[in-house]
């Protein structure tokens, strides 16, 4: 059996991402043959005994990839657990078959689409910087949006020291009170709508991702489904993998 990266197997095995599975590494979380892993280091799935935070790590035979879509409520932070205690999103996808981590991230005050895989290949190719997928979502902020304040937010702008890519927006509906706002991003970086309206004078009053890509939001929120194999084919082929 081949080498692989510690990272990989976790995500292969459905553990978390590779970026989690960094993040469990450096805190202990993931032991080889009973020592602590190190990042980068390579291992033999039928060799070597892997376990994460006491449990044993191992891959599932002829186990198909799941894949899920939750919408998420504010309130809720991404992670499958907290040492906070506040509410996460493990909570609500009991009764999916299979162990699955989030596909990126919504901040606790934001709402929306939220995807869940135990495919890892998929989860690092859709989170990876080259491929470009649209993430669409609506914004609503207080008050009435200038025409100055909507052309500065779709242009580059520079949100903590990184200048972001520049974002498509445009005005779906508008009032004295508030108006809201389509925002397409094609990055995601940490807090980055919220960042770019504050740095227009707009305050963000509801924060909800409708869309990634063509795959469109369509459960009640604090619910989840399966996707089909249509979806999963369309999020594959986007991220460039072959279907």
Known sequence: MEEL???????DCGICSRRAA?????EGDVKINGIDAEIGQKIRPDRDKVTYRGRPVVKKRNAHPCYVMLHKPAGYVTTMSDEKGRKTVAELITGVDQRVYPVGRLDMDSEG???FTSDGELANALTHPRHHIPKIYHV????QVSRAQLTKLGEPMDIDGYKIQPVECAIVKQS???????MILYE?????IRKMCEQVGLVVRRLRRIAIGDLELDVPRGKWRYLNKEEADYLKESAGLKK
Do not use: D, W
């Open 140 to 143: 609503r902020v207080e008050g």
């Open 22 to 26: 960094e993040r469990a590494i450096e």
């Open 176 to 182: 004295e009170e508030a108006t809201t706002i389509a």
């Open 113 to 115: 689409l939220l995807l």
């Open 5 to 11: 990266r510690i990272q990989k197997y976790l995500a």
């Open 188 to 192: 995601g970086r940490n807090r980055q």
